[in-house]
């Protein structure tokens, strides 16, 4: 996994039996500037191809009236508010 200024790039999924309960595990090196500024950040197409499109369908609205869907440059992306290093 890629983390570049707090968005995430070339993620994978651990778990696909459990799209609703979407965890976050980081392995990747986290250089100054790179997640510093809040939640991490991870493109609405990428979760999309990660947890299928029934399942998006599915999840995107929730995730938009818990707030965790932003826009970042222009682009919808999914927000993990809650991480910390490990």
Same mark, same amino acid.
């Given at each position: 996994?890629?983390?570049? #200024?707090?968005? $995430?790039?070339?993620?994978? /999924? ?9 965890? %976050?595990?980081?392995?990747?090196? *986290? ?5 510093? #500024?809040?939640?991490? *950040?991870?493109?609405?197409? #990428? /979760? $999309?191809? *990660? ?17 965790? $869907? $932003? ?6 992306? %999914? ?8």
């Amino acid at each position: 996994m890629a983390v570049f #200024e707090g968005v $995430i790039y070339n993620a994978r /999924l651990l778990d696909d039996g459990a799209p609703d309960r979407l965890t %976050l595990t980081v392995d990747a090196v *986290l250089r100054p500037g790179d997640a510093d #500024e809040g939640p991490l *950040l991870m493109p609405v197409p #990428e /979760l $999309i191809v *990660l947890i299928g499109k029934p399942a998006a369908d599915r999840l995107l609205p929730k995730y938009r009236a818990e707030g965790r $869907i $932003i826009s970042h440059q222009g682009v919808a992306h %999914l927000s993990f508010p809650f991480w910390e290093p490990g």
